[in-house]
């Protein structure tokens, strides 16, 4: 079995250009942390709202679907599973609940992550809910032509409770000496995670809820406003090409992590920018501001062409209902066009009056 010890990245010498983002996020933390300070209340319709999000995205990146209005009833709790997908959705909801409000009192230990991996899948009663994986396990690759070949083989299942110990065991270890950069740190322990793949099922959702859990721990809670989630299915095919290019050498460890840290910092920067720009926007509009006002806002200062949906997301401090009228209204004056049909509609701005 390899070994981990994260202390040696202390000693590495990174590009620039993950330094760079390191010192961007480190930047818009400052400014986000300052925000929730003074204006806690406001935030609470984008809490909401990403937890939608990040639920949605992070069993779609998995191919776990149910329709949106099935999707709001469970998150919501007023409903119950009806097949294997929802049961899978409603697990993510709650270990995502727990995260957001006990992030602090969750040790990065072996026997936590068993917990956290038995509740995601507890609705399904799957019998390996909750326990590492007792087959091997391959992370295979469909080329164009519908081959499947396999491209990178995990850790056997004999050695994989030792492997998550070490890794929890080297984090806590290198964070309590604070001297590695939790930013670089935190992509390298969730490349390990996958690597050592330990569950039958659940890896990549269980990798992206540790995200998540070693961020807050850390105070990078953008991901509690802005789904990382949701970011991450945006670039998807970035995210595999990145794994891909870090998982090469690992068995003798010899990968190199930079692509995976650097499409990580990525993610997290772009929602740090995200959460400004929705910021920038309640800020600009006022606390006298009507619903109307605020979507304006936001239509005028928006490029490219825009749907319902994320006029809602983007203007957290009106409602759903507040926001379709105003688009309504909006459209009848001419300062944006309306284009296609049904779940197909989207927007443009124009000007107008």
């Known amino acids: 079995m390899r070994n981990f010890y994260y202390e040696k990245l202390q000693d590495i010498s990174w590009d620039m250009d993950i330094l760079t983002l390191v010192a961007r996020i480190h930047e ?81 230990r072996s026997n936590y992550i068993l917990q956290l991996h038995r509740d995601l899948l507890k609705a399904t009663g799957l019998t390996y809910a909750g326990h590492y994986k007792n087959v091997q396990n391959y992370i295979n690759e469909v080329r164009p032509d519908g081959t499947t070949v396999t491209r990178f083989t995990p850790i056997a299942p004999y050695d994989t409770p030792g492997a998550v110990d070490k890794i929890c065991e080297s984090y806590n270890r290198t964070i309590a000496l604070e001297k590695v950069e939790p930013l670089i740190l935190i992509p390298n322990f969730i490349l390990d995670f996958l690597c050592i ?30 789904s990382i989630e949701k970011e991450i299915e945006k670039n998807k095919d970035s995210y595999y090409d990145a794994l891909q290019l870090s998982d090469a050498g690992w068995d003798e460890g010899k990968n190199d992590p930079a692509p995976f840290i650097r499409y990580m910092l990525q993610v997290v920067l772009a929602c740090y920018q995200d959460f400004e720009e929705r910021v920038g926007l309640m800020i600009e509009t006022g606390h006298g501001s009507t619903a109307y006002d605020v979507v304006r806002a936001y239509v005028e200062n928006h490029i490219g062409k825009f749907t319902s949906a994320d006029a809602v997301v983007h203007c957290p401090s009106v409602g759903r209902s507040s926001v379709l009228s105003s688009l309504k209204r909006l459209t009848e004056e001419g300062v944006i066009e309306r284009h296609g049909t049904g779940r197909g509609t989207w927007y443009i701005y124009v000007g107008g009056v």
């Open 28 to 108: 818009r933390k400052g400014r986000q942390d300052l925000f929730i300070r003074q204006k806690p209340a406001e935030l609470e319709r984008m809490v909401e709202i990403a937890r939608i999000q990040s639920t949605e995205s992070s069993n779609r990146i998995e191919g776990i679907v149910t329709t949106g209005t099935r999707m709001k009833q469970l998150l919501a709790e007023k409903t119950t599973p009806r097949n294997r997908d929802e049961s899978e959705i409603v697990g993510y909801r709650d270990v995502l609940n727990t995260i957001h409000e006990n992030y602090d009192l969750i040790p990065v």
């Open 197 to 226: 793949h330990p569950f039958n099922d659940g890896n990549g959702r269980m990798s992206r809820l540790l995200t998540l859990l070693l961020l807050y721990q850390n105070g990078y809670t953008v991901g509690k406003y802005i």
